[in-house]
């Protein structure tokens, strides 16, 4: 993005369209049968609580890298995004202007109850289940593996979506299976697998380390998967900076594990109403956003 720090949206507020869910970060409003309009606000969930200070053009950031993503990985999966201009859906200018660069028309689908998340690096709650157990989500793995360590392969690590306020779950494939069926589980496996082996290779270039990150698929009409929400976004993923990766220790990062650190450092039990940040907290953090983006999309 160029110039200064944009406007913060905590919430967007369109009247032309009917409001169906505020969610941690997005307010999904309904444009027809078919159609929804996505708006990425800049509001920062952490540990599953909505934080009560935006993070200036945080919003536009997750919109400008998902859109990117999703027309880089199209020949995957195909996606939710439509290319329908914003003023068709919008035709006041002063709510165009509220949403811009944040704001995409989707298609209407059908989301999949499971969070497809892969993990290339052992870390986060990834980490916690492997010096417990010796495994993440059912999967065993080698031991001795360090904190961070780069992973023999990719694992596929599914979770339970949770609704604003709760905590996403952890589940075994064999979970995943009963929810989606076994032949869609290990669909939805396999294409999550590829989409991160591609997106890594790509980020490797360009300075980005894919420790893990999470994809959302839907259904059509005709039942076929389609990549939905957001995708390889620093909200859904984390993103270290090769040049300064050491496994051993939790490596800096371009997403929203820098907030997480310091809201470790505070006597705060992880419910709402969650802590405010230090200016100093929300300057780091956008600028973290913005050079992600800067690197991937360069």
């Not at 869910?21 to 509001?43: E, F, M, P, T």
């Not at 690096?121 to 360090?146: E, F, H, M, N």
């Not at 380390?209 to 076929?224: H, P, S, V």
Request: glycine content about 6%; charged content about 30%.
């Amino acid at each position: 993005m160029s110039g200064g720090t944009p406007r913060a949206l905590y919430e967007s507020n369109l009247g032309d369209l009917t409001l169906l869910a505020r969610g941690k970060v997005r307010d999904i409003y309904a444009v027809d049968d078919q159609r929804l309009l996505i708006v990425a606000s800049d509001r920062l969930s952490a540990f599953d609580v909505i934080l009560p200070d935006p993070i200036p053009g945080k919003g536009q950031v997750l919109t400008a890298v998902s859109s990117f993503w999703f027309r880089r990985l199209s020949h995957v999966i195909p996606n939710h995004l439509l290319e329908t201009p914003l003023p068709e859906v919008l035709p006041d200018a002063a709510e165009r202007e509220q949403v811009a660069g944040r704001a995409v028309v989707v298609r209407r689908l059908r989301p999949l109850p499971v969070e497809a998340v892969v993990r290339g690096y052992l870390i986060g709650s990834g980490w916690k289940d492997y010096q417990r157990t010796g495994r993440v989500c059912g999967i065993d793995l080698p031991a001795g593996l360090r904190q961070a360590e780069r992973l023999p392969e990719p694992i596929f690590t599914p979770s339970t979506k949770a609704e604003a306020g709760d905590h996403d779950e952890n589940i075994d494939f064999q979970r995943a299976c009963e929810l989606l069926g076994q032949e869609r589980a290990a669909a939805v496996r396999d294409v999550a697998l590829r989409l991160y082996a591609e997106a890594a290779a790509y980020a490797r270039e360009r300075g980005i380390i894919i420790a893990d990150t999470k994809f959302e698929f839907g259904l059509d009409e005709q039942d076929r998967l389609v990549l939905i929400d957001e995708a390889l976004t620093p909200d859904s993923s984390r993103f270290w900076p090769a040049d300064e990766y050491r496994p051993g220790t939790s490596p800096p990062s371009f997403d929203k594990q820098f907030v997480r650190d310091y809201l470790e450092t505070l006597d705060w039990d992880k419910t709402a109403p969650g802590p405010r940040l230090p200016a100093e907290i929300i300057e780091q953090t956008a600028a973290k956003y913005r050079e992600a983006e800067r690197r991937l999309l360069a």
